[in-house]
């Protein structure tokens, strides 16, 4: 089954090339770096991705911590109801 570039079934001589040239290749630019310099790197790519980062305006964060809050308190008021109920409940079923 032959395309516009070449047979599928039979790779021409440039791929074939190319393809002993990754192999021969191990980690690209990571791999002729130390530890301190992959360690470098991984710090530097760190800071790159914290760039990215949109940060809260401190009214945002505000009202995001106390959403959380409250719904925190909320579900403790929940849980503690359900529980007391139980606790009743099995006092009232095994005496």
Same mark, same amino acid.
């Given at each position: 089954?032959?395309?516009? %570039?070449?047979? +599928?079934?039979?790779?021409?001589?440039?791929?074939?090339?190319?393809?002993?040239?990754?192999?021969?290749?191990?980690?690209?630019?990571?791999?002729?770096?130390?530890?301190?310099?992959?360690?470098?790197?991984?710090?530097?790519?760190? +800071?790159?991705?914290?760039?990215? %980062? %949109?940060?809260?305006?401190?009214?945002?964060?505000?009202?995001?911590?106390? %959403?959380? +809050?409250? @719904?925190?308190? +909320?579900?403790?008021?929940?849980?503690?109801?359900?529980?007391?109920?139980?606790?009743?409940?099995?006092?009232?079923? @095994?005496?």
């Amino acid at each position: 089954m032959t395309d516009a %570039v070449g047979s +599928i079934d039979m790779p021409d001589a440039q791929d074939e090339a190319q393809e002993s040239k990754r192999k021969a290749r191990k980690g690209g630019k990571r791999g002729k770096k130390g530890p301190f310099g992959r360690l470098a790197l991984f710090y530097r790519q760190i +800071i790159a991705e914290l760039r990215k %980062v %949109v940060w809260p305006t401190r009214s945002q964060l505000t009202t995001y911590t106390t %959403v959380v +809050i409250v @719904f925190v308190v +909320i579900m403790i008021g929940l849980v503690t109801v359900i529980d007391y109920g139980f606790s009743h409940a099995v006092k009232y079923i @095994f005496g």
